[in-house]
């Protein structure tokens, strides 16, 4: 998939939520190939844009993607959590957005070692400054903290059974290809294909992407922290791909949402996660697990 063919997911429900018809900024936290970011740029010439992503090749291609707007652009190679820190006006921001998705992009090119469909190098890595890889997490974490890993970051039931085997294998011969992971994998869970289910190799690779990039950590404080610089009726729109962030996100908002005296800084937005329609899922395979939460900043004392 070419960087022009990426599907921004859930595209109309963000770009209402966000209210992207006032005159402001607009954060993209995790800009990726700046599918929402282009729509935001494109139907509002009002709007400027900040973005950020950890991954030095998305925001060159996104740079790309964004130069017919790039009076309007500002990019940072740096993680979202450096969000508060950045030096911009937070009263002018009108929205922020974070879509904690792979892009397509990223999943398809084999040498990141992000997807196990295919032959490539157990890397992982969104920046490539960080010297942890997937494959050494592999070779050097003990038995017992992988299981947990798998257990925790990937939700698998065979963590225990999984970390074993690849404690057993490392010991003659390194783990560095996503295929060999892979099949390691299907040994363990007696992996037979069946319509509708996951592969557990998705979530073995999760676990690991996870603890590569250190995901999790710290990003409900992130959250907390973004929305406290901004200002009232601040946009605050969260797509996630995974149970553990969707509930990192779920319980963030719902205690901004409420004090023990009454209403808290925010107002949810979003009753239940917004997830793609049937239309979407069938139009883009990849979308099917996102749940989009949404919130604004309230007015003082409202």
């Given amino acids: 998939m070419t960087p022009r063919e990426h599907i921004p997911v859930l595209l109309e429900e963000t770009l209402a939520f966000l209210d992207i018809e006032r005159e402001g900024i607009y954060i993209d ?38 130069r017919p707007y790039e009076d309007r652009v500002e990019l940072y190679h ?17 929205g922020i957005l974070l879509d904690l998705g ?30 942890l890889t997937a494959a050494r997490i592999l070779d050097k974490y003990p038995e017992p ?4 890993l798998f257990r925790e970051h990937g939700e698998l039931k065979q963590a225990a059974k999984l970390a074993r085997k690849i404690a057993s294998v490392r010991r003659t011969q390194k783990i560095e290809s996503t295929t ?28 690991l992407r996870i603890e590569v990039n250190q995901e999790l950590d710290g990003f409900g404080e992130l ?23 969707d509930r990192i996100v779920k319980h963030t908002l719902n205690r901004l949402a409420r004090t023990e005296y009454g209403p808290g800084v925010i107002d949810i937005l979003t009753k239940h996660p917004v997830v793609p329609s049937d239309a979407e ?11 989009l939460r949404a919130a604004v900043k309230r007015a003082h004392g409202s």
């Fill in 29 to 66: 936290g995790t800009l990726g190939l700046a599918g929402h970011a282009e729509e935001i740029l494109k139907r509002n010439p009002r709007a400027r844009l900040v973005g950020l992503d950890l991954d030095a090749r998305s925001i060159a291609k996104a740079q790309e993607i964004l």
């Fill in 78 to 94: 740096a993680n979202f959590k450096v969000l508060p820190e950045i030096e911009i006006d937070f009263s002018a921001v009108r």
């Fill in 102 to 131: 792979m892009s397509s992009y990223q999943l398809d090119t084999p040498e990141r070692g992000f997807g196990h469909s295919a032959e490539g190098p157990l890397d992982m890595r969104m920046d490539d400054r960080n010297n």
């Fill in 145 to 148: 903290q992988l299981a947990q």
């Fill in 180 to 207: 060999h992971l892979r099949a390691l994998v299907e040994e363990v869970c007696h992996w037979i294909p069946q319509r509708g289910k996951i592969h557990p190799a998705s979530k073995v690779f999760q676990a």
């Fill in 223 to 245: 959250l907390t922290e973004a929305i406290g610089r901004v200002g009232p009726a601040t946009r605050i729109v969260v797509i996630s791909f995974h149970s553990l962030e």
């Fill in 281 to 291: 899922a069938a139009r883009n395979p990849r979308s099917r697990s996102a749940k």
